[in-house]
């Protein structure tokens, strides 16, 4: 059940306890913290958001979402005690950036399609870096790589073909797939060595840019994977626990069986 109270005074709570444990006498844990510190925990609560938003499991996201907005307002506090802004400050800057980016919705434009709104966002984002006297930068430039590399590898994909560099359908992208498998199969015949490295990320970026055809986001596809890999092998792992017998001592031929009886498992659980 909600505590009770507007969704405004439940922030200024959370803004003044985050206060509380910061200032003297609060807690030595918080007190210690800076902005690199925290950095990690940012991180590390942004993918727990994602794994309950997987699970589709809804009071464990609530629970992760109120982690994660935590960050945000430990940043701003620190921010605050340094002087460089308020906790308020982000938030009038994004309200002001989705009305001014959103001129289809708040104002008189048009955007028929999702490409239309993503064109529109883009141009007005440059629009905004040239009043602030902001060089311009690389199409590429401003995609961090700090990112996991599969969502790097989408964002500089879709923002090249925006610019018109990409194949006509996704035909093409297959035909590039095969040239790429192929690629690397002729590398493998002179055994490991550093050119693997360059034709094994070639074979992801394509692969990526199938997702991107099919508008699948490859991050998410892979978790997706990851996480039925995950339930399959431990039914493997449980199914020889039951026979007593070893993962180590198994032969493929049992760990085969009791994997594809894991897939039927799942797919009639569906």
């Known amino acids: 059940m909600s505590a009770p109270g507007t969704v ?9 306890i985050m206060a509380r444990l910061r200032a003297p006498g609060g807690c030595p844990w918080d007190r210690e913290q800076t902005f690199d510190t925290i950095k990690p925990f940012l991180l590390e609560e942004t993918y727990e958001v994602m794994d309950a938003i997987d699970a589709r499991d809804w009071p464990e996201l609530s629970e992760e979402l109120g982690d994660l907005l935590l960050q945000f307002v430990f940043f701003a506090e620190m921010a605050a005690e340094a002087g460089h802004f308020t906790v308020g400050d982000p938030i009038d800057a994004i309200n002001a950036k989705l009305i001014r980016r959103h001129p289809h919705v708040f104002a008189d434009e048009t955007a028929e399609t999702e490409g239309d709104v993503r064109k529109r966002w ?18 590429l430039d401003s995609v961090p790589r700090s990112v996991p590399a599969l969502v790097e590898a989408q964002q500089i994909a879709s923002r090249a ?40 990320g070639d074979l992801l970026f394509v692969l990526v840019n199938i997702a991107r055809f099919v508008k699948v986001d490859p991050e998410q596809a892979l978790r997706r994977t990851n996480a039925k890999f995950r339930k399959r092998f431990a039914h493997v792992e449980q199914g020889l626990a039951a026979r007593g017998t070893q993962l180590k001592e198994a032969s493929i031929d049992e760990m085969e069986e009791l994997w594809q009886e894991a897939k039927r498992t799942s797919k009639s659980n569906r």
């Open 122 to 139: 883009s141009e007005i984002k440059a629009e905004e870096k040239k009043e602030k006297g902001v060089a311009p930068a690389g199409l």
């Open 8 to 16: 405004g005074d439940k922030f200024e709570r959370l803004v003044s």
């Open 161 to 200: 073909a925006g610019a018109g560099f990409d194949w006509p359908n996704i035909h093409e992208v297959f035909a590039k797939l095969d040239e790429e498998r192929k690629e690397l199969e002729a590398e493998l015949q002179d055994g490991p060595h550093e050119r693997l490295e360059d034709e094994i």
